[in-house]
């Protein structure tokens, strides 16, 4: 599999001139890259003027709602960003989990919704400091996987355009990465929980990825070493030499 390189810009930039300031700058540091793919996932208002700066770079969402249409002030579904020419979006992640107090249900709704509308859902999993200092990571991997994939078992046509990312929460934005091994070790688990609610052919085809404290140092041990699919890159996808750097240094 290709690894994709995923920036999730979160709410930055702050104005759309440098919104395209900073994707040209990318687009033009990976002209010459082609065995890694390059998705970026600015906020929904800088969506459309991003997708019509043409290049190899996939754009993509960072959130939808389930509903297609709607009284629903406010809200974006997924039928409308397909329709604006995104590619991906991401769903569940520990943001949205935090802030807006998404339960591992609405998750759900959203990640058939993504599914349903031809998006390729990024599905963010990981477990919080506590968690892990208790020795949950791997229950609470489990429940989060069990409970957003829940009714998507027999989707088996669809279930390649998903994408699993191991975010633990203690590792975002923190500048403390999880080790290799330890992001190697969620890779396996989650590829035998995905074998068990379908089957380890239909698992094969699932990308699964890493994100947390990503740079340029350490994203090639999570490509080469972990053997992940990808990377989801927060902070450091917004400085464009090194989010250049970070895909470079992926390069197979
Ligand atoms: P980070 O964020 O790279 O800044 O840790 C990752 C994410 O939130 O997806």
């Given at each position: 599999?290709?690894?994709l390189?995923i920036?999730n810009?979160?709410?930055?930039?702050q104005t759309?001139?440098?919104?395209k300031?900073l994707?040209n700058l990318v687009?033009?540091g990976?002209?010459?890259?082609?065995?890694?793919?390059?998705?970026i996932c600015?906020?929904?208002?800088?969506?459309?003027?991003?997708q019509?700066?043409?290049?190899n770079i996939?754009v993509g969402?960072?959130?939808?709602f389930?509903e297609e249409?709607?009284?629903?002030?406010?809200?974006i579904s997924?039928?409308?960003?397909?329709?604006?020419?995104?590619?991906y979006?991401?769903?569940?992640h520990s943001?949205r989990?935090?802030y807006?107090d998404e339960?591992?249900?609405?998750?759900?709704?959203?990640?058939k919704a993504a599914?349903k509308?031809?998006l390729?859902p990024i599905?963010c999993v990981?477990?919080t400091?506590?968690?892990?200092?208790n020795?949950?990571t791997?229950?609470?991997?489990?429940?989060q996987?069990?409970r957003?994939?829940?009714?998507?078992e027999n989707?088996?046509l669809?279930?390649?355009?998903?994408a699993?990312a191991?975010e633990?929460?203690?590792?975002i934005?923190?500048g403390?990465?999880?080790r290799?091994?330890?992001a190697s070790r969620a890779f396996?688990?989650i590829?035998?929980?995905?074998?068990?609610i379908?089957n380890?052919?239909?698992?094969?085809?699932?990308?699964?990825i890493?994100?947390g404290s990503?740079?340029?140092?350490?994203?090639?041990?999570?490509?080469?070493?972990?053997?992940?699919?990808?990377?989801?890159v927060g902070?450091?996808?917004?400085?464009?030499?090194?989010?250049v750097?970070?895909?470079?240094?992926?390069?197979v």
């Amino acid at each position: 599999m290709k690894p994709l390189i995923i920036a999730n810009w979160k709410m930055n930039p702050q104005t759309l001139v440098e919104a395209k300031k900073l994707f040209n700058l990318v687009k033009r540091g990976t002209r010459d890259v082609d065995n890694v793919g390059v998705v970026i996932c600015p906020p929904f208002v800088y969506l459309s003027n991003i997708q019509h700066l043409k290049s190899n770079i996939q754009v993509g969402a960072q959130n939808c709602f389930w509903e297609e249409k709607g009284a629903f002030t406010g809200e974006i579904s997924a039928p409308m960003l397909k329709n604006l020419g995104a590619e991906y979006v991401i769903i569940g992640h520990s943001d949205r989990r935090k802030y807006f107090d998404e339960s591992d249900e609405m998750i759900n709704k959203k990640l058939k919704a993504a599914l349903k509308a031809g998006l390729k859902p990024i599905l963010c999993v990981g477990e919080t400091e506590k968690e892990r200092k208790n020795n949950k990571t791997n229950q609470v991997i489990r429940r989060q996987l069990v409970r957003n994939l829940r009714g998507i078992e027999n989707w088996k046509l669809k279930i390649e355009n998903l994408a699993i990312a191991y975010e633990p929460v203690w590792a975002i934005g923190t500048g403390n990465p999880c080790r290799v091994e330890d992001a190697s070790r969620a890779f396996v688990f989650i590829q035998n929980v995905l074998a068990k609610i379908y089957n380890s052919k239909i698992t094969a085809r699932v990308r699964i990825i890493y994100g947390g404290s990503v740079n340029s140092q350490n994203a090639a041990g999570y490509i080469k070493k972990a053997k992940m699919h990808g990377l989801l890159v927060g902070g450091a996808s917004l400085d464009p030499k090194e989010f250049v750097k970070i895909i470079k240094s992926c390069e197979v």
